[in-house]
């Protein structure tokens, strides 16, 4: 008998992961929150759920760090999929409440930061929560605080919109990542590969010879992004996404003569780009 796919995602119910999750998986998966992206990783890494959806970058704000980490410390994690969502902001409050009564703005780190202009405007301090919905729900319970947030918000924590639209940046976007344990994938003509590499030492034109493979390879890179290696002062990883299949044959190239010039080479997979 079929098991119903388990499907992990950043809760609780009314996050931007929620809605992202809704997007991917069918009718029978179930869906399961969890509150941190940390325990995401960790319960895929022990089998607890079969596939998780985890947000990876955001057009204004730039990468989500600790998926970024995640990616670097779970080896049988691999990325099968990406796709991207609309994310807008709202600012909603307890009904019967008005602006003026509001003393803080409580939200995650990112829609923070992505309405970082709007929130300097209304001139109230914030308070940074685990996510979008937890500080929907400390607003149910806070008759002063105020929550930035998805529209599904309202429904579910019975909440006000005040304020639509309200990110500094209106083509606001997040790409979303779904991920699979020990999963290999096929070529689909629209797919993109990561890795990570890290480099033996810090001299004059290292890096360049790394990227000079891409480009004798002909190989289109669509994101470099370096992060502390924890190593030490000055000592980087570096992710890199490319357009292209690993068993594509350019691509399979260029991997292996990357890998040959580097200190630290992981792939983290190739995957197909789907729109929602
Ligand atoms: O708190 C939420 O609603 C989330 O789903 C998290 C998260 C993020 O970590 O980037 C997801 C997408 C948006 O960029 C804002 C927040």
Do not use: W
């Given at each position: 008998m079929n098991k119903n796919k388990q499907v992990g995602y950043l809760g609780p119910e009314?996050?931007?992961?929620?809605?992202?999750?809704?997007?991917?998986?069918?009718?029978?998966?179930?869906?399961?929150?969890?509150?941190?992206?940390?325990n995401i990783f960790e319960d895929l890494e022990d089998n607890k759920i079969d596939m998780a959806i985890v947000p990876v970058e955001n057009s204004t704000e730039g990468s989500v760090l600790i998926t970024?980490?995640?990616?670097?410390?779970?080896?049988?994690?691999?990325?099968?999929?990406e796709f991207q969502i609309p994310i807008k902001h709202n600012l909603l409050i307890q009904h019967g409440k008005t602006i003026?009564?509001?003393?803080?703005?409580?939200?995650?780190?990112?829609?923070?930061?992505?309405?970082?202009?709007?929130?300097?405007?209304?001139?109230?301090?914030?308070?940074?929560?685990?996510?979008?919905?937890?500080?929907?729900?400390?607003?149910?319970?806070?008759?002063?605080?105020?929550?930035?947030g998805n529209k599904m918000l309202a429904d579910k924590y019975d909440l006000k919109i005040i304020d639509e639209n309200i990110q500094d940046?209106?083509?606001?976007?997040?790409?979303?990542?779904?991920?699979?344990?020990?999963?290999?994938?096929?070529?689909?003509?629209?797919?993109?590969?990561?890795?990570?590499?890290?480099?033996?030492?810090?001299?004059?034109?290292?890096?360049?010879?790394?990227?000079?493979?891409?480009?004798?390879?002909?190989?289109?890179?669509?994101?470099?992004?370096?992060r502390p290696s924890k190593e030490g002062m000055g000592k980087y990883l570096f992710f890199i996404d490319m357009e292209g299949h690993k068993l594509d044959e350019n691509i399979s190239r260029v991997l292996m003569k990357v890998e040959k010039k580097v200190k630290m080479f992981k792939i983290l997979g190739s995957y197909e780009t789907i729109n929602c």
């Open positions: 009314g996050t931007f992961s929620h809605e992202a999750v809704l997007k991917v998986v069918d009718e029978t998966d179930e869906i399961k929150p969890y509150p941190t992206i940390l970024l980490d995640c990616l670097t410390n779970f080896n049988n994690i691999k990325i099968i999929q003026d009564e509001i003393k803080v703005i409580c939200s995650h780190q990112q829609p923070l930061a992505q309405c970082r202009e709007y929130i300097y405007k209304l001139k109230k301090p914030v308070q940074s929560m685990p996510s979008t919905a937890n500080a929907a729900r400390y607003v149910t319970e806070i008759e002063t605080a105020a929550v930035i940046y209106k083509n606001n976007v997040t790409r979303f990542l779904v991920l699979k344990k020990d999963a290999k994938t096929k070529p689909t003509g629209h797919d993109k590969t990561s890795i990570i590499i890290s480099l033996y030492d810090d001299k004059p034109g290292g890096f360049y010879k790394v990227l000079y493979e891409f480009k004798e390879e002909n190989v289109n890179l669509t994101h470099i992004e370096s």
